[in-house]
């Protein structure tokens, strides 16, 4: 796999990076109404032995915060001293979304929808042209990560084109609970990545403007179980979670307006018919319960508890067997538990 850095030296904004070498890279995006410029951080390390190029990215989406604090602690490892290969650390893309809490760039456009980009178009395509040719062509596979939408929470979850050999043995290394065959959107960075032949995971995990410590420690842990997958890390045995794999996801709707009070969490069975939540009028006389339409684990959960009719709620994947995903959603939780003793960085809470 190793074709981008089999010994030679990476440039990246003008800049060369050896073997052996660790370098800060500020990439030039735009300027401000002020003139004053804006750039995206890069942390390139690049190992004193051969092996492949990987590229870690976060706040693609402005507003979703979890992974830039994942690449912060990952830069922290002390494993890195032994790197095979080339990291490549982005921890925001989308760095005027980051600044202004956005999900989206100044522009209103989705970023994740503007790829491969243009270098004479909208504040988005350009931004989407300068990370494919300054980071994805460069790179053999990469990790984006990603969190819910605002007011909405998202279980630890991988989403990727498992039909692809290479991206389902990523994809499983990765440790997730649950892995989604995920379909290429038109304009998303995975499917430039797939165009370029870069296999790609997106992490999923957490809700946007929160930090969350499960899905934080998960996604270091996943991120480096890719690497000894890669042989980028030296292996050792550690616990692993065996991943679920579903094909069908679908989201339960509001049937009307009013005061949703959830009662069942992320990362829960249902079984079809199971009342995942009410939602009534502020005196509670007009009561409607809503119901799972068909059995699964739930995925994703709106946090907010107004809703407008119509309005998605419940996140559900399906599987053939419920019960081995609710099985591995368990023992995932409990190998995430926060061990205040042991850990190198201490925990948000």
Partial sequence: MAKATAG??????????????RKAIDLHVAQLYTHSPVT??????????????????????????????????????????????TL??????????????????????DLNRSFPGSERGSVAARLAHLFATEIVTKADCGIDLHTGAIHRGNLPQIRANLDDPETARLAKAFGTPININSNLRDGSLREFAASQGVPMLLYEAGEALRFDETSIRAGVRGVTHVMR???????????????????????????????????MALGERVKKGDVLATISDPFGKNELPLTARYGGIIIGRLNLPLVNEGDAVFHIARFESAGEAESTVDEFQEVHEIDTVHEQQPPVV
């Fill in 8 to 21: 030679k030296v990476l440039t990246i904004g003008g800049q060369q990076i050896a073997p052996g070498e």
């Fill in 88 to 109: 490549i650390a982005v921890p925001i893309v989308n760095v005027r979304g980051f600044l202004s809490q956005s999900r989206y760039c100044p522009d209103r456009r």
């Fill in 229 to 263: 997958e890669l042989g980028m890390l030296p292996k050792r045995k550690t616990k692993a979670v065996e991943p679920v794999v579903a094909r069908a996801s679908g989201w339960i709707r509001a049937e009307q307006s009013g005061i949703l009070r959830p009662l």
């Fill in 40 to 85: 995206m951080p890069v942390e390139v390390i690049c190992g004193k032995k051969p092996g492949p190029t990987l590229f870690v990215s976060a706040a693609v989406h402005g507003d979703e915060i979890n992974g830039v604090e994942i690449v912060r602690r990952l830069l922290h490892l002390p494993q890195l001293k032994s790197l095979k290969g």
